[in-house]
Nanobody, 114 residues
Framework: VQLQASGGGLVQAGGSLRLSCAAS????????MGWYRQVPGKERELVAS???????NYVDSVKGRFTISRDTAKNTVSLLMNSLKLEDTAVYFC?????????WGQGTLVTVSS
């Protein structure tokens, strides 16, 4: 399984960005897709996830601001990030878990400026 992340960039606080993660296989074959983020000196944290059945989960700090979705025709999972805050600045990674194996995409940097 290969995952290709894209969509990071520089945005002002309060703005929006959409991240995308394209999978090389059908999303229905991946049990869970997730977006993680990491800042220097801290552990990578799960931001949002979506299961093969479409169930979603969010970390409390992004609830109401971020939305994870999927396009099964394009095998793509997106993360729409609204009302971005300075503390959302991080490298964002997508991850897929299939039958106990984890697959990571490359990171994409999101920088939120004041």
């Amino acid at each position: 399984v290969q995952l290709q992340a894209s969509g990071g960039g520089l945005v002002q606080a309060g703005g929006s960005l959409r991240l995308s993660c394209a999978a090389s296989v059908s999303l229905f074959s991946i049990n869970v897709m997730g977006w993680y983020r990491q800042v220097p000196g801290k552990e990578r944290e799960l931001v949002a996830s979506i299961t093969s059945y479409g169930g979603t989960n969010y970390v409390d700090s992004v609830k109401g601001r971020f939305t994870i979705s999927r396009d099964t025709a394009k095998n793509t999972v997106s993360l729409l990030m609204n009302s971005l805050k300075l503390e959302d600045t991080a490298v964002y990674f997508c991850k897929g878990r299939r039958n106990g194996d984890d697959f990571w995409g490359q990171g994409t940097l999101v920088t939120v400026s004041s």
